[in-house]
């Protein structure tokens, strides 16, 4: 079954340091993968996505993410954190054998203290 | 470019009730999608509509319905409203077919309150 995993329910990271939000996937199919981000009472708001190619993909905002097919994992970064980051990261795939449906990770509340 | 709207943005019902939610999806899409949010459940996918047909289905109840008109706004319908079913109903739209790596947009969510 598809599924999504993102181990840390919360990341707490002080202003200009690095962040990385974790995420895993298993999909039966290749993995068309996604990260989102929600702030309070707001919708998701797109960050990134990789498709295939290269295993660094940019985004918006100074975030980037790297795929790594041999640990299934596809990990949210950036080098340098700032307070409007702190929001909640969702990870989520596509399975090319689901059509449209986004399967979601647990989601990761990310807090940059000043 | 309009984004993605959702009418209402909050409501409050009454078990046994009925809620009708709407969503306009963005101008050119045809693929409408519908997800829950709970605290407990997280984001968990409800049903997908591509030019007025149910494309695909989550693992819900019969009490959760939808359907999609041919301007490709959508609705979705829960009836005999439960406590549980208290959560934000969030609508993402795509373009349509062959959108397995295009991004879906979300509009900014339906807050239900059952009481």
């Known amino acids: 079954a598809q599924s999504v995993a993102q181990p840390e329910d919360q990341v707490n990271v002080a202003e200009g340091n690095p962040l990385t939000v974790k995420c895993t996937y298993s999909?039966?199919?290749?993995?068309?993968l996604f990260w989102y981000v929600q702030y309070p009472n707001r919708g998701l708001q797109f960050l990134l996505k990789?498709?295939?190619?290269?295993?660094l993909v940019k985004g918006s905002y100074g975030f980037e993410a790297e795929f790594n097919k041999s640990q299934t994992s596809f990990h949210l970064k950036k080098p340098s954190a700032l307070v409007s980051d702190s929001a909640l990261y969702f990870c989520a795939v596509r399975d090319e054998n689901q059509g449209g449906k986004l399967i979601f990770g647990q989601g990761t509340e990310l807090s940059v203290k000043p | 470019k309009a984004g993605v709207t959702q009418t209402p943005r909050y409501l409050i019902k009454t078990r046994g009730q009925q809620v009708t939610l709407s969503c306009s999806p963005i101008?050119?899409?045809?693929?409408v999608s519908w997800y829950q949010q709970t605290p407990g459940q997280g984001l968990q996918f409800l049903f997908e509509?591509?030019?007025?047909?149910?494309?695909n289905k989550g693992n819900f109840p019969g009490r959760f319905s939808g359907r999609q008109f041919s301007n490709s706004r959508s609705e979705m319908n829960v009836s005999t409203l439960e406590l549980g079913d208290s959560a934000l109903y969030l609508c993402a739209s795509s373009p349509g077919q062959g959108t397995l790596a295009t991004e879906a947009f979300f509009g900014q969510g339906t807050r239900l309150t059952v009481v």
């Open positions: 101008s050119g899409h045809r693929s």
């Open positions: 999909v039966s199919g290749n993995p068309y």
């Open positions: 990789y498709i295939t190619g290269d295993n």
């Open positions: 509509y591509f030019s007025e047909t149910q494309r």
